[in-house]
């Protein structure tokens, strides 16, 4: 059974940075596409970022050029780095994975299709 558990969140001013990251158990998830997706109160949950196992990179627009998505396999761990951090990124951050044969990742826009999903750490950007 596939366990994913987020560390890292917290609370941050605008313009700070935090890592986040997810670690996997109970399945080698080298060859898994693997993304990071938020939620804040009263909105739907959202994509962020998504890596395949190529290292291939999906951003939205409203992050590139300030989060880098990334992965260790050997630690079985992905990560997020935030940087320039604004109030509008605040929101729950959930780590998520999902496995496909001969086709590319889903998008970090295809939520409902990543299949395997962490609790959740809160991030908090404050002005």
């Known amino acids: 059974q596939v366990q994913l558990v987020e560390s890292g969140g917290g609370s941050v001013q605008a313009g700070g940075s935090l890592r986040l990251s997810c670690a996997a158990s109970?399945?080698?998830?080298?060859?898994?596409?693997m993304g990071w997706f938020r939620q804040a109160p009263g909105k739907e949950r959202e994509g962020v970022a998504t890596i395949d196992s190529a290292r291939s990179t999906n951003y939205v627009d409203s992050v590139k050029g300030r989060f880098t998505i990334s992965r260790d396999n050997a630690k079985n761990t992905l990560y997020l780095q935030m940087n320039s951090l604004k109030p509008e990124d605040t929101a729950m951050y959930y780590c998520?994975?999902?496995?496909?044969?001969?086709?590319?990742?889903?998008?970090?826009?295809?939520?409902?299709?990543?299949?395997?999903w962490g609790q959740g750490t809160q991030v908090t950007v404050s002005s």
């Open positions: 998520a994975a999902t496995i496909v044969w001969n086709a590319e990742c889903p998008p970090p826009q295809s939520t409902a299709e990543y299949k395997y």
């Open positions: 109970g399945y080698n998830l080298s060859g898994a596409c």
